[in-house]
């Protein structure tokens, strides 16, 4: 199946769902796979370039209401670990990442019954008071979602007002695999899948870019993770506002679900991100997930299908706190990047290229 596969161009001639079935299996070569997501990643992207962003992800609270079983960070409410940072403890964060180079934050937090919509607004405002260059890429679906049945508002009344506060772009997040029956048994309390594709399509008409994401390695079937790729691709075709597609595994250590299912490995990784690159023909970048990979596995995805290095990420506390997390700096992620015969280029949220490295 794979010359077939190999035969097809894109968005005029895609890949069906069993072509995409086929993909995702253990029955396909995934090596020849690679090789076909990296010459589909080079007719659309300079061959030689690869982009980068220098970031951070500002978790605003850890207090959360979902009860995500595959979650190490989340409190829920009440609990004496359970914290959320003010405005004023916000600030210095911005301002440190500006000072080392960064062009944008990444807000993401639980979701927490006890702030009020001011809170999120003020925040906003805030931020963009004090530092007017920023970069706001803020607030999943899921949260969205939370953020409308707390204050009694419609989703589309939440991310008008934060638009107006300063919101610049939406994240991807809480995507994790938008079909049931796997969505119902991880995150029984999160919104529903079809929720955080309304959130984004609302979103897109609003003019707000959005990046999409995929977790694996719940115990989902291959079924699902097609049907997740192709809810995606469907709504590209539609509104056109995803920048771009990150995939990763499921980092189980000290989750609720730590030994419910076997871990995935390397080669797992490598088979979503090339798989991807062929079915979202639609999705212009395909970003490398370093931060739960680790940096040796990332570059190698960059002959996978990947276009995009994703951030240093001066912060990021979620995945650490499975202890899973990597860490880098600019000046190692752009060795790496060069090692791997490429040219770094730093690029801002939504893509614009600044920069050689």
């Not at 035969?7 to 690679?34: H, M, P, Q, T």
């Not at 589309?156 to 049931?180: K, T, W």
């Not at 970048?285 to 990947?306: I, M, N």
């Amino acid at each position: 199946m794979l010359d077939v596969i190999a035969g097809k161009s894109g968005v005029c001639d895609r890949l069906d769902f069993d072509e995409a079935k086929y993909c995702l299996s253990g029955n396909s070569d995934i090596w020849r796979l690679g090789r076909l997501a990296d010459e589909y990643r080079n007719r659309l992207h300079p061959p030689e370039r690869v982009t980068y962003q220098v970031d951070r992800n500002i978790n605003y609270t850890n207090i959360c209401t979902s009860g995500c079983r595959f979650c190490a960070f989340s409190r829920p409410p009440g609990h004496p670990e359970g914290w959320t940072l003010s405005v004023d403890e916000l600030i210095p964060k911005v301002k440190e990442n500006l000072e080392l180079g960064g062009t944008g934050i990444l807000l993401q937090g639980g979701h927490n019954p006890d702030l009020s919509i001011s809170y999120y607004i003020d925040m906003l405002r805030a931020i963009k008071a004090r530092f007017p260059t920023i970069h706001i890429h803020a607030f999943s679906p899921p949260e969205i979602v939370a953020f409308s049945k707390f204050f009694s508002v419609s989703t589309e009344d939440v991310l008008f007002r934060f638009i107006e506060a300063g919101l610049d772009s939406l994240p991807g997040g809480g995507a994790e695999i938008l079909v049931e029956p796997t969505r119902s048994r991880i995150a029984p309390g999160k919104c529903t899948g079809e929720e955080w594709l309304d959130v984004m399509r609302t979103a897109h008409r609003l003019g707000l870019k959005t990046t999409a994401t995929m977790v694996i390695g719940f115990g989902e079937c291959i079924d699902e993770r097609a049907q997740h790729l192709l809810k995606l691709r469907e709504l590209q075709d539609e509104t056109g506002g995803f920048t771009a597609f990150i995939p990763w595994t499921f980092q189980q250590s000290k989750t609720a679900m730590e030994n419910e299912v076997e871990p995935l490995g390397g080669l797992d990784y490598l088979r979503i991100q090339a798989s991807a690159r062929l079915i979202l023909d639609n999705i212009a970048h395909h970003q490398v997930s370093w931060v739960t990979q680790g940096l040796r596995l990332g570059a190698v995805a960059l002959k996978f299908g990947a276009d995009d290095f994703s951030s240093i990420m001066i912060e990021e506390n979620v995945v650490s706190s499975t202890g899973a997390g990597f860490t880098t700096n600019e000046v190692e992620m752009c060795r790496i990047i060069q090692a791997s015969g490429y040219n770094p280029v730093k690029r801002l949220t939504l893509y614009q290229n600044i920069l050689h490295a």
